[in-house]
């Protein structure tokens, strides 16, 4: 009877020890996700939800999505003057478990920085939600049990009719001569305007740093199109002898300007 008694408590024990380990193991036991992994440059870093401040929403305990991207990541830039948040610098792909985002899944552009700030994930969901009342944004922007957020460098393109922006990933690179005779990776000006603009040759152009600096006067296509982004050395160059000055080496380069 001892040993039977000895036998059915181990049995007891064993089974308990089991399913306790099958709870532990199994994050899809758990009502709250726990984390977001944030992916810049080929690097990740993971940022519990425990870390970012809280804010309530409609009763909901939620963190607001520019929590998780803090100037550690992207530090300010400092023109010796001012400081100046350079994460604006960057477009911002919110991605599901599922691998759904807007951009990747229906073509949408990624956030920009100013939309991340208006849009939150909630807590007891894990879904990212953009209040309509907020910002106006499709519908597919509001990510069900967000994984990850991707981060991209970009430049905005600034046309008489739109405000969009081209990240650096959709831009085949070339190599160039850099501005000490060495070869280098570079990124075409041109291909950041020619998805945008039917007729480019109809316009001029200018380029524009984080800080607000950029050369006086506009560029015609021709100039333009031997303008170039140094891929290590990060910033311009232009092969036209006649834009060398330190308007045409941007280092901070933000935004091309069409008109």
């Not at 991207?69 to 100046?84: K, N, R, S």
């Not at 296509?221 to 140094?230: A, D, I, K, P, S």
């Amino acid at each position: 009877m001892r040993f039977f008694n000895r036998m059915m408590l181990l049995s007891v024990l064993c089974l308990a020890f089991m399913l306790g380990c099958s709870k532990d193991n199994n994050p899809a036991d758990s009502s709250e996700p726990g984390a977001l992994w944030i992916h810049m440059d080929g690097d990740s870093i993971e940022v519990l939800f425990s870390e970012p401040p809280k804010i309530d929403v409609d009763g909901e305990e939620a963190i607001q999505l520019n929590e998780f991207i803090d100037t550690t990541l992207i530090p300010m830039f400092d023109d010796g003057d001012t400081l100046w948040d350079a994460r604006s610098l960057y477009g911002y792909q919110v991605m599901g478990e599922d691998g759904f985002s807007a951009s990747g899944s229906r073509g949408y552009l990624d956030n920009r920085w100013e939309a991340m700030a208006l849009g939150h994930i909630v807590l007891s969901t894990g879904r990212a939600i953009f209040p309509d009342e907020l910002i106006d944004l499709a519908g597919a922007y509001n990510v069900s049990d967000v994984a990850s957020i991707y981060i991209h460098r970009k430049f905005d393109v600034n046309t008489p009719d739109t405000l969009s922006f081209v990240e650096f990933k959709d831009v085949a690179s070339v190599e160039v001569t850099n501005h000490d005779g060495e070869p280098e990776d570079a990124l075409p000006l041109k291909d950041f305007v020619e998805p945008l603009v039917s007729n480019p040759g109809d316009y001029q152009y200018n380029i524009w740093s984080l800080d607000d600096f950029g050369p006086d006067e506009e560029m015609t296509w021709g100039e333009f199109q031997t303008g170039y982004w140094l891929m290590t050395s990060q910033r311009t160059i232009f092969t036209d002898t006649s834009l060398t000055g330190g308007s045409y080496k941007l280092k901070v380069l933000k935004k091309i300007i069409v008109q």
